[in-house]
């Protein structure tokens, strides 16, 4: 059951909108962008897709995806023909139809209400199940996999999603636990393990954070998905419509930085020397992060990067 009194502050919430609605001078003549199909790839609460409503006009649609079933229960309280929701990751992107949308938003961040409700076991710091999927109507949950996950595995996942330098000390630690104890169960047995296990860390890091950030990514395959959706976003995307996207730690803005790269050049065919290259898909236009004042006001905004990027005509 979700708590009223666990409230979400969307992240560059107007950046992000205005970014998806900016036409350049040079396109004055063209389409209102009021009018154009937006998709909010990852609904959330509902900040973004609420925002981008406000500015369509009545011919505009805004098409949102999510996993979770509690932003669905979100969605289904708008009351809007021009707003549909899909209960789907935004992995499906790819069943839109192709040059269908004036822009794509993608908000990559965890939602404040589902750290904050102990049920879901995102957080550390409250005591709840170890489960942190995204979709709980599917899938395995943390503790599921950590009941069975050999030594090795578990540390490359610790490793390779949380940047963890403790990887294998954690693992064998979670390991022995099992052995003797049983399998974790709840998050707060996970942080301790951890806390016990990892003897230095940042000022002011919990010595969990790595950990249950790695976990999460792995168990949602979030950096797979978010691969897919943007070789997707290529396809959905109209001719001069906008890619935005949020992240909010390095290994996906990594992904997001090197697709934008690699898209924003043109392309020579080796073998044919002579032929004419593959024109750009992608023309980057900017990189903006969050305002001080924001930050003060909304301490996990601080990591926050927003890539902005725009379809070529090809």
Not at 25 to 38: F, L, R, S, V
Not at 82 to 111: K, T, Y
Not at 170 to 185: D, F, L
Not at 286 to 297: C, L, N, T
Request: charged share 25%; hydrophobic share 40%; net charge neutral.
């Amino acid at each position: 059951m979700e708590n009223s009194a666990w409230t979400h502050t969307t992240v560059l919430l107007n950046e992000a909108v205005e970014a998806l609605f900016n036409k350049p001078a040079a396109q004055a003549d063209g389409p209102d962008p009021a009018d154009g199909t937006y998709v909010d790839a990852t609904f959330g609460r509902g900040g973004h897709s609420r925002l981008i409503l406000s500015r369509l006009s009545p011919q505009g649609r805004l098409i949102a995806f999510d996993k979770d079933p509690m932003a669905i229960a979100e969605a289904q309280r708008i009351a809007d023909p021009r707003f549909v929701i899909r209960h789907q990751g935004f992995r499906h992107l790819d069943e839109l139809p192709p040059a269908s949308a004036s822009g794509v938003l993608m908000d990559l961040g965890v939602s404040s209400p589902q750290i904050d409700n102990p049920e879901r076991g995102f957080s550390f710091r409250f005591e709840g199940p170890l489960d942190m999927r995204m979709d709980t109507t599917r899938g395995q949950s943390v503790a599921q996999w950590l009941a069975t996950a050999e030594t090795k595995q578990i540390a490359e996942v610790i490793r390779d999603y949380g940047e963890e330098r403790f990887a294998g000390q954690i693992a064998k630690a979670i390991v022995a636990r099992r052995q003797e104890r049983g399998p974790i169960s709840t998050t707060t047995e996970l942080a301790q393990l951890v806390a016990d296990t990892v003897k230095t860390r940042e000022p002011g890091q919990n010595p969990a954070t790595r950990t249950f950030q790695a976990f999460r990514i792995f168990i949602n395959a979030e950096l797979e998905e978010l691969q897919s959706a943007l070789e997707a976003s290529l396809d959905v995307l109209q001719p001069g419509g906008r890619l935005v996207v949020i992240s909010f730690h390095s290994l996906e803005d990594r992904i997001v930085k090197q697709f934008i790269a690699q898209h924003s050049r043109e392309v020579f065919d080796r073998r044919a020397p002579f032929a004419a290259p593959k024109p750009m898909k992608l023309l980057a236009l900017d990189r903006i992060k969050p305002s001080a004042a924001e930050v003060a006001g909304n301490p996990r905004a601080r990591s926050a990067i927003m890539r902005v990027a725009v379809r070529t005509a090809v």
